[in-house]
């Protein structure tokens, strides 16, 4: 997807998986396949790419996870996110967009638990979404990306609870 480089040392060079794990509504592409765009230089329509393509940074790349999680390595794409709470206010939540290609890796699945104890990650890829809370699969979706409807429980400024509506 190329993007602005926000940390020294750290670009996207020749991965391009946040063109396969995530979901890019303006083209309906959906999460987890290869974008139709997608050519083996990269994006085929780079400069009327979608503003989603355009502005989106992986937490890879703003150096806030480890070096050896670089997405074109691990298959999934970290992200943050936010929801609205049963208050109104929005709560941070971690994604990881998974490639529905690849097998999920242990190495990967137990940063990802650990992660979890301190917010909520929802993990998604072609068959559905997932929330994850203290290491613990909360809740799980059918078949997309669409957690708006859960109901949540909020403590602190984090979700502890959350259920399908
Ligand atoms: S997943 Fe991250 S590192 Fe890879 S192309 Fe997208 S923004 Fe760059
Ligand atoms: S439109 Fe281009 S940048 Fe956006 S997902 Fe497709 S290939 Fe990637």
């Known amino acids: 997807m190329e993007s602005s480089v926000?940390?020294?040392?750290?670009?996207?060079?020749?991965?391009?998986?946040?063109?396969?794990?995530l979901e890019i509504s303006e083209i309906k592409k959906p999460v987890g396949v290869y974008c139709d765009l997608l050519c083996a230089e990269g994006?085929?329509?780079?400069?009327?790419?979608?503003?989603?393509?355009r502005k989106f940074d992986c937490l890879w790349l703003e150096g806030q996870i480890p070096r050896w999680m670089k997405p074109n390595i691990t298959h999934v794409?970290?992200?943050r996110n936010g929801v609205k709470?049963?208050?109104g206010q929005t709560v941070p939540i971690l994604r990881m967009s998974f490639?529905?290609?690849?097998?999920?890796?242990?190495?990967?699945?137990?940063?990802?638990?650990?992660?979890?104890?301190?917010?909520?990650v929802v993990?998604?890829?072609?068959?559905?979404?997932?929330?994850?809370?203290?290491?613990k699969i909360a809740a799980a979706?059918?078949?997309?990306d669409d957690i708006k409807d859960m109901k949540l429980t909020v403590k602190s400024g984090r979700i502890v609870g959350v259920e399908t509506a």
């Open 6 to 21: 926000a940390v020294p040392n750290r670009s996207c060079g020749t991965c391009r998986e946040c063109c396969v794990a």
């Open 43 to 53: 994006c085929s329509i780079y400069q009327t790419r979608p503003d989603e393509c």
């Open 77 to 79: 794409v970290p992200w």
């Open 85 to 87: 709470g049963p208050d």
């Open 99 to 120: 490639n529905h290609h690849f097998r999920h890796d242990k190495r990967v699945m137990r940063w990802i638990k650990k992660a979890s104890h301190k917010l909520m």
């Open 123 to 135: 993990l998604s890829d072609r068959s559905g979404s997932s929330c994850m809370i203290d290491g």
């Open 141 to 144: 979706k059918g078949h997309d």
